[in-house]
């Protein structure tokens, strides 16, 4: 059974820093593309940054850019994100998405990925 799961959320004050981890177990998503999304209540889940099979190359959401780092770790199935500069409206679940195609750069959509982990809550407030 494939599962990704995410760990790391928590509460952090503005200005402050996280980094979430996604773990996936039951294959192997070493050549697969992974990505991070959120969902704030009573929004739609949105795109926060993706990573290439290679890790080659990388991608962000505008309003992250500059203060996320998304990383992975082939050989240990996982992929992090660094999320520097914590504001407010960064508050929402996020999940953690693995692409079930094979060498693909990566998407901004959640219909291309495949698998999803649970979510993990991020509050960033005072």
């Known amino acids: 059974q494939v599962q990704l799961a995410e760990s790391g959320g928590g509460l952090v004050q503005p200005g402050g820093s996280l980094r979430l981890s996604c773990a996936a177990s039951g294959r192997s998503f070493s050549n697969n593309a992974m990505g991070w999304f959120r969902q704030a209540p009573g929004k739609e889940r949105e795109f926060v940054s993706q990573i290439s099979w290679s890790g080659d190359t990388k991608s962000y959401a505008n309003s992250v850019k500059g203060r996320f780092i998304i990383e992975r770790d082939r050989s240990k199935n996982t992929v992090d994100l660094q999320m520097n500069s914590l504001k407010p409206e960064d508050t929402a679940v996020y999940y953690c998405?693995?692409?079930?195609?094979?060498?693909?750069?990566?998407?901004?959509?959640?219909?291309?990925?495949?698998?999803w982990g649970q979510g993990t809550q991020v509050t960033v407030s005072s």
């Open positions: 998405a693995a692409d079930g195609r094979s060498f693909r750069t990566g998407a901004r959509y959640p219909d291309d990925y495949d698998y």
